[in-house]
């Protein structure tokens, strides 16, 4: 069903079909011969494949990678379907699919679905990628003692294949990874909750059926009605998520992602690593072999996921460094550069001026008249304003390669490499006139003047900056006594 002029389904129809095409299925499933439950295995993964593929196109999400992921683990795990069903219709030269057309598959399309898992949870918590991998590691984490402790010992009494067992801890580090990291979504989902229940209904079938193939005695493989309708409500539950409407709401969190602290989270990721290597090692302890499969496995996915978070971890650090070192080098009010930074290339600018660099240097002493009364009368908030307009203005008549900073209160500098003269007192004049300019307050038209002092250095030796901004700021003074006395 479909909303009134509109392309996207309703919530309600994609209920409805899902309910019906569900009892259809386990009704065959429950009545009909194993070739017909392989026959509706296969379908229902082409069903999920085209569902979700039509999801993300009429609901128009916003991020299809992840859900591109999906339609083709769908497709790769239809491969492992389908060649069980050949393999029951047509006369093969086996009894059953040979390993290498079922278990790369099969562990590709698994591997495929924690990947967009994952991307999906990174959208709800951009700022807390680590904490995401965390939830993924600490599922892979719990998935190790129930493989050890309850799948891993009935596999071996029932003499199973290392295949066999390979395809069944894939599954189970996968599916418990996914559950750990849509976990991170649950509390910032919104009305995404709808399409995260299908997800969830999907893991949890799909746990059901690996269940059921290998815990329960009536079960063979694909053989059993239980497993197979299992494992068919997961691909129908997938393909539900994806053409439901709320698909479009999780992909786009609109509330903000909270996590633990970093060293909580550091200490969870810690323990989550060390359940692995503990449980597949006890049996040693115990006087029998390690459990290889989980020690090798287990790891193989998990480190990729290290990897990612130390990659993470490093880009947060270098953003912060890059953070702190703007912040010690800015006025946190306007963004110019401070004094110290400003102090700094005015060093290395009068290193190569007194090494022969064309031009002269000038350095701009602009102090605001009038600023205390403003501030006084209508606050800091207009004060402020006052400072961030100063700033914008000066800046914008400044020659490329000028230098602007404010230096404290209401007194800015600018540094003029490679000028003259006449440029540098055309640039003062500049300058007074950009501030004097009225700006526009909350209905009022806020008013100051700019005294400025220019000094020119022109000498091919270093000097201090502290000595031309002596010069600049006596000047300036000189200048603003003149205009005092001319006003009175």
Request: net charge positive.
């Amino acid at each position: 069903m479909r909303l009134p002029g509109s392309s996207r389904p309703r919530p309600a129809g994609v209920t409805a079909g899902f309910v019906v095409l569900a009892t259809a299925f386990a009704i065959g499933h429950l009545t009909g011969s194993a070739t017909v439950r392989l026959a509706l295995l296969f379908a229902s993964g082409l069903i999920a494949a085209v569902a979700v593929l039509i999801g993300v196109r009429v609901n128009r999400v916003s991020d299809r990678r992840p859900w591109l992921l999906v339609i083709i683990a769908m497709v790769s795990l239809s491969v492992v379907n389908g060649a069980w069903l050949l393999t029951a219709v047509l006369p093969m030269p086996w009894a059953e699919p040979p390993p290498w057309l079922v278990v790369p598959p099969q562990i590709g399309g698994y591997a495929l679905m924690l990947a967009a898992s994952l991307m999906i949870v990174l959208r709800h918590a951009p700022r807390d990628g680590s904490g995401t991998i965390d939830a993924a590691v600490a599922g892979i984490a719990v998935a190790a003692p129930v493989w050890e402790f309850v799948f891993r010992p009935r596999m071996l009494h029932e003499h199973a294949g290392i295949g066999q067992q390979l395809i069944v801890l894939t599954q189970l580090l996968v599916l418990f990874g996914i559950c750990g990291a849509l976990l991170r979504v649950a509390r910032t989902c919104g009305s995404g909750r709808a399409c995260l229940g299908y997800l969830f209904a999907a893991l949890g079938c799909t746990v059901a059926g690996t269940a059921a193939v290998n815990m329960m005695p009536s079960a063979s493989g694909h053989q059993g009605s239980l497993p197979a309708l299992c494992f068919a409500l997961g691909y129908l539950c997938l393909g539900a998520a994806g053409l439901h409407p709320s698909v479009r709401a999780l992909m786009e969190p609109s509330v903000p992602a909270t996590g633990r602290g970093p060293r909580r989270q550091l200490e969870m990721f810690g323990a989550a690593m060390l359940v692995v290597p503990v449980v597949g090692g006890i049996g040693q302890l115990l006087g029998e072999p390690p459990d290889g499969l989980l020690l090798t496995l287990a790891p193989v996915l998990s480190i990729p996921l290290v990897m990612v978070r130390l990659s993470r971890l490093n880009a947060q650090r270098a953003r912060d460094q890059r953070a702190l070192a703007h912040q010690a080098a800015h006025d946190e009010l306007t963004g110019l550069v401070n004094r110290r930074r400003l102090f700094t290339l005015m060093e290395r600018a009068i290193a190569r001026h007194a090494a022969g660099t064309a031009g002269d240097l000038a350095l701009i002493y602009c102090d605001l008249n009038d600023f205390k009364p403003v501030n006084d009368r209508y606050g800091h908030e207009a004060g402020d304003e006052i400072l961030r307009a100063t700033a914008d203005r000066i800046s914008a008549v400044v020659r490329p390669g000028d230098v602007v900073a404010r230096i404290g209160g209401d007194e800015f500098l600018i540094f003029c490499p490679d000028t003259d003269e006449a440029s540098a007192y055309a640039l003062s004049d500049r300058i007074a006139g950009a501030v004097a300019q009225p700006l526009p307050w909350q209905g009022k038209r806020l008013r100051v003047t700019a005294a400025v002092g220019t000094t020119l250095w022109a000498e091919r030796r270093e000097v201090a900056p502290d000595v031309l901004l002596a010069t600049a700021d006596a000047r300036m003074y000189a200048n603003k006594r003149a205009r005092k006395n001319l006003a009175a």
